[in-house]
């Protein structure tokens, strides 16, 4: 299911680019090569930049998202490998499970979860109650506020469940199940929502009209 996720995700943003490229007549320039494309995909997409130099409040909004997002997917994701791979009684399983390991995975857990949650509550609440407009794009975006949303609580309970339980009792693994799935659903839904043009933006500076 997540080799599917990522596969529409390409293909939706991929679908997006080309779109976007065609309506402004543009093609496809090498200037940069592949180092000029890692440098925009560092700077721009993943630390956002471009958002920095136009609001401070959109680039953290935007970063706590992604930043979020992507820290739980992480988090959910080994947490989900050493569930289903690694034995429980094997050094690796006692050192997450029992040990100094179990801490790690408390704090990245929670610092991410945090991140996830807070982004979208300032996104509505700047939008709608101090009326700024440049995070109109993702506080309009409502199924996108509800799968982040969805995605930090599901984390959160899971989390309680792991301290409570253990990370592979009945009741954690089908949390985390439903968690990954919403996930997934998110990965599937970047390229049609309105987060996706400040994934976009950046790549413009790789084309030139034609």
């Known amino acids: 299911m997540s080799a599917i996720a990522v596969i529409i995700f390409l293909i939706g943003t991929l679908f997006k680019i080309y779109r976007w490229k065609k309506k402004q007549n543009l093609q ?9 494309f890692v440098k925009v995909i560092f ?10 130099r136009q609001s401070v409040l959109q680039w953290v909004t935007y970063i706590l998202i992604l930043w979020g997002f992507l820290g739980l997917l992480a988090h959910t994701s080994f947490l989900a490998f050493l569930s289903y791979f690694v034995p429980l009684a094997s050094p690796v399983s006692e050192f997450f499970y029992q040990g100094k390991g179990k801490i790690l995975l ?13 982004g979208p509550i300032i996104a509505i609440i700047a939008r709608y109650v101090f009326k700024r407009m440049e995070l109109n ?8 506020i509800i799968l982040l949303l969805a995605i930090s609580v599901t ?3 899971g989390e309680i469940i792991r301290v409570k339980e253990t990370a592979v009792s009945p ?12 996930s997934l659903l998110f990965i599937i839904y970047i390229p049609f929502s309105k987060l996706c043009r400040s994934f976009i933006k950046p790549i413009e500076q790789f084309f030139v009209s034609s």
């Open 137 to 144: 794009d993702i506080a309009r975006d409502y199924f996108a």
């Open 43 to 52: 700077s721009q997409v993943l630390f956002q930049l471009h958002l920095l």
């Open 171 to 182: 009741n954690y693994i089908g949390l985390m199940r439903n968690h990954l799935t919403i």
């Open 106 to 118: 408390d704090v990245w857990g929670d610092i991410w979860g945090i991140a996830l949650l807070v």
């Open 155 to 157: 984390g959160f309970i």
């Open 28 to 36: 496809f320039s090498s200037k940069g090569g592949f180092v000029g």
